[in-house]
């Protein structure tokens, strides 16, 4: 038979429901008013996209470690903003509408309550009268006066751009949206198309500007003034992609006038390799000297051809390289006049750089390819490589190339700019990759665009009193190419706000990603009708302390906050430039198989079901425990019970807790709760749950070696483990008697000198030699004792290089290394 212990488990699902009602009704995780913005802590969530599966065990692995850390941060005394909403506008619940016809507020408004019941489930503490909601007009009222605020200053501008199209989602989307040349949403093949598209100018700040005597950090430089993962900060530098180079003349030869052709390249000092130059499909010398060009109609069906096909295949390295020689053009390399033949290749991108590449077979991969194909003559001008292998990219001395030859690289580049610059046929030049903003987007469930287009005045911004331009519903949302708010009747009744004139408004609503980069600054201040927020509430609120969301949000969302910050820094509306201080991402928790979750694997765990079996206190920690926050990690059920059990031996404690009759030597047990005190706050400060846990698991083994338990030190452990596990930390705290609420106490004071007096003086040897001692504490493990002694300025000589064979540790006594 099965052991039935049920009478001596928490019941769970009856106290986790009385404290939630508790804690609401007395409104426990109000934010208190913040007199100034040292008492503050802002910690703030990545604020989820309400779907109609409610939330996934990722959500709750980084809204437990926010809670976990807000919690604690109370306890110490800090005034804590801990705010929720919803990411509301989006795609799906538009698509779910085109399926079903149901309306996208209605499932939004569905999905909000869903998640937010779960939220309150799971006992996490935020401060519900800060909500927002991005699709609410009170809200979006705001985006819309933020894109006015970069109209007006000329950061938001229109222009035809060739564009990623999912004909199957009638949409625009982003590259980053387009990966592999097929759409994140529907899995169809993306097409390029010509469109006229609003830009948001985020390219002008990359680099530091002066604006009115304030200096303005750029996105590069701000990155060293925050606390970010190395590999977040390394994709936003590779995003903004800042390239050092030259930009270089080479005369097109022809019959009637003169044409320079201009080409970008980081290795200017290989200018005398240059063989032949290629321009992309779309250039303009290809119509400009039409008349001049022998094999126009093969030219123009490979250009045809290149038009179907989308970026990402065009660039793809591991891709054949393709093009044709455009007869009847021949250019001149401006170093030492050679006619060089000229190719349209598709590896040329249009919106990089100039558009044309000086090609140097012997020192670029992709010219490289292309002249075997093409059999184009290949010159060694940097030596150190073997050419008739692979082209060489690495240093060198410079060959084959007059006024450079002998010369390094560096140098080499350095001495041609000059050469160029003297002579007019170029000049140094930075390019970036980052290109400027793309927000229209050609669907409805989005915020309506304020611009107005009157017939006499052209474009004309909606007055900000006119502010909000209502997201109408008489829309029908079947894709058609064009935008759905073209179908609404009503919302084209407008009038020319400069000339009265009958008008019609723009039908594109913003990507979503612009409701996302100010919602930060709504929560101190949601319900402002005068301005976004108050510019007091922003100085004491902002900016935020620790920031906390998923990885792939590293470049675009991660990005756009920078640069709207920076904008309202270059306006006077904040004086700060970076919105978050430290970031941390969550790691993604894989399904039990190791794969990543996914409905068609069926390997998905519902956080409610394990609610309801073992308890929310009981997930949340389990969630933590999985392993290091910022690593990938699978699921694993057996682990859950592991928890469960834990809970439940706390609560088996209970019995012998008093407030007298405490006749055992508590030495041991108070040296325990003063290391664990000590431990479980800096893993928080640390975010390293999982250790903190452990040393709490420690604590209760050590609370079993007693018969009576003072009340006082149970109380103690109560305490450290509120921020894991609320309800049953608030449970056994009103059960022993302590008044409510435990998540109203300071965290407890440790005493350095008792955690001292158990330090142990621990013999090191080399090779079996004694060169020292250090201090360690009572047990501690062998990696922290290593670590000690790569870190002890004299020790660490003896090691040399850390590259030990092995290290032989007695506990307590003595480590050995040998070498
Ligand atoms: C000659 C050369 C010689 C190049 C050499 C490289 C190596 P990054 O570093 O990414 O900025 N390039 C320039 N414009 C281009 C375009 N529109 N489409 C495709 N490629 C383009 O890359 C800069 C290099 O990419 C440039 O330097 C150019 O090739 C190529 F041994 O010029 B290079
Ligand atoms: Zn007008």
Redesign the pocket.
Known sequence: MEENNNNQNLNFSNFESKWMMEWAKCGLYKTPEILNSKDKFYCLDMFPYPSGSGLHVGHIEGYTASDIVSRYKRMKGFKVIHPMGWDAFGLPAENYAIKTGIHPEITTDQAIKNFTKQINSLGLSYDWDLEIQTSKPEYYRWTQWFFLLLYKNGLAYKKKAKVNWCDSCATVLANEQAEGGVCERCGNQVIQKNLEQWFFKISEFIEDQEYKGKNIKGLLNGLNDIDWPESTKLAQINWI?K?F?AKVLFKIKSGDGEYNLE?????PD?LFG?TYVAI?PEHEIINKFSSEISNLEEVNKYINEAKTKTEIER?SLNKEKTGIEIKGLLAINPVNGQEIKVFVAD????T?????????PA??ER?YDFSKKYNLPILEVVSGGDIFQAAY?GDGVLINSDFLNGLRVEEAKKKMIEWLSANKLGESFI?Y?LRDWLVSRQRYWGAPIPIIYCDKCGEVPVPEENLPVILPSDVNFKPTGESPLNSSESFHNVSCPRCGAKARRESDTLDTFVCSSWYYFRYLDPKNDKVFADIEKIKKGLPVDIYIGGAEHSVMHLLYVRFFTKVLQKYGFVDFNEPFIKLRHPGIILGEDSNKMSKSKGNVVNPDDVIKEYGADCLRMYEMFLGTFEDVKPWNTKGIIGLRRFLDRLENLLPKVNSNDNNENYDKLILELNKAIKKVGNDIEEFKFNTAISQLMILINVFYEYNSIPKEHFSKLLLILAPFAPFVSEELWSKIGNDFSIHQQQWPEFNESIIASESICLAVQINGKTRGTIEIQKDEEEIEVVKKVENDEKLKNYLGSKDYKKTIYVKNKIINFII
Not at 263 to 267: D, E, I, S
Not at 347 to 350: H, I, N
Request: hydrophobic share 30%; proline share 0%.
């Open positions: 992609g390239s180079g080409v970008f390249t980081t290795r290989t240059c992309n660039t590896y040329v991108l249009s990089y750089g100039s558009g044309a590449v000086m090609a140097v020192h670029d010219d990219i390019n990759r």
